[in-house]
Structures are given as structure tokens and as C-alpha cells.
């Protein structure tokens, strides 16, 4: 036991929320970073990224309910309260967020490559938080490279509560590193994602091929995962995960052969009016309870809208000052001039003066 590693989650108790911030700040400036290299405009693309951060964050929590849980709370009418969340679900709903606002901006063109390499960056980042935070957890194994959590872990409780180990145990038993098997599919996605973006020649295939991959390397984790529900001796995520590869590959495959170059692909106008449009709506989801959101959850999305808010208040600042200008100047010329009158008023200003008339009258003499 001496050799492996021991983790206590306690120790850890703030590392998660923090990996999960970092991951959503990273992959936000990688994204951001690749909007101003492909000179997209950036009102539209902050209104579509907030968006699907809506999308992505509902879909991840819905997608933990089963069936009758869900139908139960449509039938009562009310919001669930949710503080679990699947990442795939977070992916695809993000995806049709993405999708269905980029349409509405006027963008004719797939925009899911911007998310390509910020997604599998992200998601490193925030299983290096559930590794030591403890969530996510591998099946006991005796594998050299297995680890131990500590007592009042999520892994501890779940082998004490299915009799796997006695009360007076100080550790669980040893069990995958799952979450670390992830953070090195990650890494692989990402080299084989560089491969491909020679290849792969239509906007929006990159991001589709994370996909694919992701669900390919998570298909054959989870057999190694604690939890999840089973059905027909797979987990219900690995059927979603098949469905995902058995409809994504054909489509990716055919969307690239159809591809014509000669298809030129514009990009819209910023519009203010529409962005803002869009935008106000966001403001509403700040009234869901926030039991319903975890506290990373809620911080997340009220930065996104500050700083997307910040850049609306920018642009509309600089729009008037463009517009006006003119009128801006009048009362910005009639404060120089009493800014002047005052300051030669001043004693000290009258007596340079004075100084500077005297010498020139000298020098004329």
C-alpha cells in the first residue's frame, strides 16, 4: 500500500470548483483567441458562446435524470434541483445551443471548429479537479498505478455502503486512476486533432471529430468507471456514446465528401441592435433559484454575462462618440475654456506672464 497513492479529498475540499473555473476561463480564451484570428465579429460570437453555455449547462444536468424523474418534474411543473452533471450532456446540448443562435446571427458556416481544441483542454483541466476532489472514481483494481482515497471520500462511502470494506478501514480500495485514463485521452485527442486539421476541410468537422473521439476513448473508459445505470450489460452512457459514433461518423464522412470549395462561406455584419436582442433575454436566467446551479456554475455565468455586458456598454459608448461627435465636443470645448479662464486667474499664472512680457519688451529694446 506504501507505494501507491494515497489522496484525502478534505485536503482538496476547494479543488474542484477551482479546476472547474480554470477549465471554463482556458477554453473561453482559446475559443476567444480563435474569434479574432478568423476576424469573426465579437458581439454576435459572445451572444452565441453564453448561449451555449446555457445550453450546456441544463443538458448536463438533465441528461443525469432518468426517464421517470424527468417526465415527473415536467408533470409537476417545476425546476429540478440538479447538482450533478454529465459532461457529454453539457457537449451536445452546447452544441444545439450553438447551433441554433448562430443561425439566428447569420451565420451560414458551422462554428463548432472554434471549440475544438478549447474542449479537450477544458476537460483535462477540470478531471485533474475530480481526481483529487474524488468524483468520478475507477473500479477497485490491483493494478501497480491504482490509488486509495481517504475515509468520508465518495469513493470510501460507496465501498463501505456495498460492504466492499469494514468501518474501521482507513482507506477504500485500491481503484482505477479513471479520471487521469481521461486527462491521457484528452492529450491523444488533441495530437490526433492537429493530424486532422490538414485533412478535414469543411467548417465545423474539426469539433465533430473531437466528438467522436471523445465518445471512442469514454466508450471503453467507462468500463473501467464506477456507477451508472445498466442496461443490457452497458452503461446507458455508452449506448448514448454508440448512438453518438453510429450517427457522427457517417455524417462527418459525408459532410466532408460534399464539401465545395468554391462555396464561399461569408461572414456576417456585427449588428448591435440584434446582439443586444438576443442578449437581454440571458438576463432572465439570473432568477433560477441557485440551489439549482452549483456555486461554479453560478459564477461562471455571471461573469460570462458581465464581461459580454461590459463589451455592449463599449461598443455603445464608442458608437455615440463616433455619431455624436460633434455635439460631444461642445461642452468638452466650453470645459477647457473655463479649465483656461481659471488657471489664469491664478496668481502664479499671472505673474509668469508678466515675466515672460517684460523679458520679450527687453529683448526688443
Request: hydrophobic residues 50%.
Amino acid at each position: 500500500m506504501e507505494h501507491r497513492l494515497i489522496i484525502n479529498p478534505l485536503e482538496h475540499i476547494s479543488v474542484y470548483p477551482t479546476f472547474y473555473l480554470l477549465a471554463i476561463y482556458v477554453g473561453s480564451a482559446i475559443v476567444i483567441y480563435e474569434i479574432y484570428r478568423r476576424r469573426l465579429p465579437v458581439l454576435p460570437m459572445l451572444v452565441v458562446m453564453v448561449w451555449g453555455l446555457i445550453f450546456g449547462i441544463i443538458g448536463s444536468k438533465l441528461l443525469t435524470l432518468t426517464p421517470p424523474e424527468f417526465w415527473a418534474g415536467i408533470k409537476s411543473g417545476r425546476v429540478l434541483f440538479i447538482h450533478e452533471k454529465v459532461y457529454l450532456g453539457w457537449l451536445i446540448s452546447g452544441i444545439i445551443g450553438i447551433k441554433i443562435f448562430r443561425r439566428i446571427m447569420g451565420f451560414k458556416f458551422d462554428l463548432f471548429d472554434l471549440f475544438a481544441f478549447a474542449l479537450p483542454v477544458g476537460f483535462a483541466l477540470m478531471r485533474i479537479g475530480c481526481l483529487l476532489g474524488g468524483c468520478c472514481f475507477g473500479k477497485p483494481t490491483n493494478l501497480p498505478w491504482a490509488i486509495f482515497y481517504t475515509k468520508n471520500s465518495p469513493c470510501y462511502d460507496y465501498h463501505l455502503s456495498n460492504n466492499f470494506i469494514d468501518s474501521d478501514a482507513l482507506n477504500s480500495l485500491p481503484v482505477h486512476p479513471a479520471q487521469v485514463y481521461e486527462i491521457i485521452a484528452m492529450i491523444l485527442i488533441i495530437i490526433i486533432l492537429f493530424y486532422l486539421r490538414r485533412y478535414l476541410k469543411r467548417q465545423g468537422s474539426l469539433g465533430y471529430a473531437y466528438l467522436l473521439l471523445h465518445s471512442f476513448f469514454r466508450f471503453f473508459i467507462d468500463f473501467l468507471k464506477e456507477g451508472g445505470t445498466y442496461i443490457w450489460g452497458l452503461k446507458s452512457m455508452q449506448w448514448f456514446m454508440i448512438v453518438v459514433i453510429v450517427l457522427g461518423l457517417p455524417f462527418l464522412l459525408i459532410r466532408e465528401k460534399t464539401f465545395k470549395k468554391s462555396v464561399s462561406q461569408t461572414i456576417p455584419v456585427e449588428s448591435y441592435k440584434k446582439s443586444l436582442f438576443l442578449f437581454l433575454p440571458i438576463l432572465l436566467f439570473l432568477i433560477f433559484p441557485k440551489d439549482w446551479l452549483t456555486p461554479a456554475e453560478f459564477r461562471v455565468f455571471v461573469i460570462s454575462i458581465i464581461l459580454t455586458g461590459g463589451v455592449f456598454i463599449y461598443k455603445g459608448i464608442a458608437y455615440l462618440l463616433k455619431r455624436y461627435r460633434f455635439f460631444i465636443r461642445i461642452p468638452l470645448t466650453i470645459a477647457s475654456i473655463a479649465i483656461l479662464e481659471t488657471s489664469l486667474d491664478t496668481l502664479k499664472t499671472q505673474d509668469t506672464l508678466k515675466s515672460i512680457f517684460i523679458l520679450r519688451q527687453m529683448q526688443d529694446i
